[in-house]
Structure formats: structure tokens, C-alpha cells
């Protein structure tokens, strides 16, 4: 039986000039836990105790998230992974196995890219990058009048009132509605002017209102030169679990879906969820940078993929 959450106090570090809020807690190999967009270090509040057990755990508030600064500054996936360079290295931490959650599975997907030296294993969760398709509630946020109608559907008049309605419909533990408690976080968070222009920014650098227009499929052929493990869930209503059955085709082939589980695994199954990461870097040992391997992968592109993904596999259902 899965330990009950542990309350780690949130630390803080300025780099850049920005304070940057992080949680710590554990000893041993690193594992960095990314949240994803609107969401802040608590949505691992489930899991870190008991991956504290196995590993240093190290989950920050991205910048413009939580009780980190919200500058008008760089919200794109590479500022982000550099962001997340720099406070491992504030923090003096060399290598760690990064853990993405929604768009945060992005932002793992291109530190692995941009710092393969740093990276020994990735899990991606519910992942962004992986296709287009994304929740029209998330689409809207690029149209031109979502500013002025998040601030009125967040006004103080009502948000108790509608961040009640979306726990209630999320306790009723139907699939449709099970990550409603979640959103009803998010959308209590849209309340501060600062959160909603940050996620205005970070949303205008991956979608816009036809879906995510930013991807990493055409260099996934790289996850050969490091474990990955792709965790879904199957009722996923926010990044369809189909993208799970994309990255399978690219390269991705350690895919695993979950039923009975949302857009938030990690905290529908928190036992599964850190059996999975547990064992995972245990059977995986970790990558080992050659800038030979990396330089000749680059060159042969996707002709560089040594195994092809049979048209009858499919991703594991645990």
C-alpha cells in the first residue's frame, strides 16, 4: 500500500534575477518531475513520498507556475529546458532522469534533446509533442478574446461556486469527469492577471486554435540513444491516449496505457505510477552521452531507427 503524501516544503532559488520554487526531498539517483501547463509542483503531491524512497526528487514550479516568478520573460520549450538546466546546476546536479507531465512532457522531450549529456532516462506522461490533437478548452486559450473572458469566468462573484461544481462532478467518479478536480485547480489559478498572461505566452509558442503545432516526432529516432517509457491514460479527454499509439511509430516503443485513468495517471494510480518509474530505471541503466553516436544518428536521420514497430503490437495495458 502506496505511503500517504508527504508535505515537503516548497525551497526557493533566484536565477536570472527570477525566484524559481522547487520541491526536494529523497536520496539517491535524480528523478526531475515536470508539471504541466496551469499546473504547479503539488499535482506530484501523490507520488513523491514514495519516490523519495528510491530517489532524490526534485519538482519545481516552472517559471510563470505557482509560487515561482511570473516575468514577461521566455515561455517556449527551449527557454523552459534551459530554465531547468540551470536550476539543476544551481542545485548541483549533474545528470537526472526527467519525468514530463502533459506539457511538461514537452519540455523533458527537449532537454533530452538539447542536454542529452544531463539525461540518463525519460518518462513522458500524457505527453504534448506527440500530435495535434488537443481539448478545445485548451485551443480557446489562443483565441483573441480569451484574456478578457478567463478574467470574467474567474471573477471572485462566482469561482467558489464553479471550482465546487467541477469537484463535485469529479467525485462522481465517472471517466468523463474524473479530472475535473484537477481543472477546478487550474481554473482557481487562472484567478491571478499574472498566471493567465503566462499561460497566454506558453500557450502561443505550442498550439494555436487548430492544436499543437509543435512536435518532437521527427527526432524521436534519438530515444535510441536513451530509455524512454511513455505512460497514458486510457480516458484521456485532454491529449487523446491515441498519441500513445503515435509514439509507438516513432521510435517510442515502451508505451503503457492505463485504464481506468485520466490525463492525470499519476495521481489516478500513484501505486502503478511509481511501481512503472521505479522499475523503469531499475531494468534501464542510464544513457551514456558519445558525441560520435549523437553526430552519427543526426546525419542518418530517421534511416538511423534499428527496429521497426510491428503492425500488430500494441502498448501495454497495465
Not at 9 to 33: C, D, I, M, W
Not at 109 to 134: D, I, K, N
Not at 189 to 194: N, Q, V
Not at 207 to 223: E, F, H, I, K, S
Request: glycine share 10%.
Amino acid at each position: 500500500m502506496i505511503s500517504p503524501p508527504v508535505s515537503t516544503e516548497l525551497q526557493f532559488v533566484v536565477v536570472h534575477g527570477y525566484r524559481r520554487a522547487y520541491r526536494k526531498v529523497g536520496s539517491g539517483p535524480t528523478l526531475l518531475l515536470i508539471h504541466g501547463m496551469a499546473c504547479d509542483s503539488t499535482t506530484w503531491d501523490r507520488v513523491i513520498g514514495p519516490l523519495s524512497e528510491h530517489f532524490t526528487v526534485i519538482a519545481p514550479d516552472l517559471l510563470g507556475h505557482g509560487e515561482s516568478d511570473k516575468p514577461d520573460g521566455d515561455y517556449s520549450i527551449g527557454g523552459y529546458a534551459n530554465g531547468m538546466r540551470d536550476l539543476l546546476t544551481v542545485l548541483g546536479v549533474d545528470k537526472v532522469t526527467i519525468v514530463g507531465h502533459s506539457f511538461g512532457g514537452g519540455v523533458a522531450m527537449q532537454f533530452a534533446y538539447q542536454f542529452p549529456e544531463r539525461t540518463e532516462r525519460v518518462v513522458l506522461v500524457s505527453s504534448g509533442g506527440l500530435g495535434r490533437e488537443v481539448t478545445p478548452l485548451i485551443r480557446a486559450l489562443t483565441l483573441p478574446g480569451a484574456p478578457l473572458v478567463m478574467a470574467v469566468a474567474t471573477a471572485r462573484a462566482w469561482r467558489p461556486f464553479v471550482a465546487a461544481g467541477l469537484r463535485g462532478l469529479s467525485a462522481t467518479g465517472m471517466s468523463a469527469t474524473r479530472d475535473l478536480g484537477e481543472v477546478a485547480r487550474i481554473y482557481e489559478s487562472f484567478a491571478e492577471p499574472r498566471s493567465r498572461a503566462a499561460v497566454r505566452r506558453l500557450t502561443s509558442h505550442v498550439l494555436d486554435w487548430r492544436g499543437q503545432y509543435v512536435t518532437m516526432t521527427d527526432r524521436t529516432y534519438l530515444a535510441q540513444l536513451m530509455p524512454v517509457m511513455v505512460v497514458w491514460g486510457r480516458d484521456d479527454r485532454v491529449i487523446p491516449a491515441s498519441h500513445a499509439v503515435n509514439a509507438e511509430h516513432h521510435s517510442l516503443t515502451d508505451v503503457r496505457l492505463l485504464d481506468d485513468a485520466g490525463h492525470f495517471p499519476h495521481r489516478d494510480h500513484p501505486e502503478r505510477f511509481v511501481a512503472m518509474v521505479t522499475e523503469f530505471v531499475a531494468e534501464n541503466p542510464p544513457a551514456t552521452y558519445h558525441r560520435g553516436k549523437w553526430r552519427a544518428m543526426l546525419r542518418r536521420g530517421d534511416q538511423a531507427v534499428l527496429t521497426t514497430v510491428s503492425e500488430s503490437s500494441s502498448p501495454a495495458v497495465v
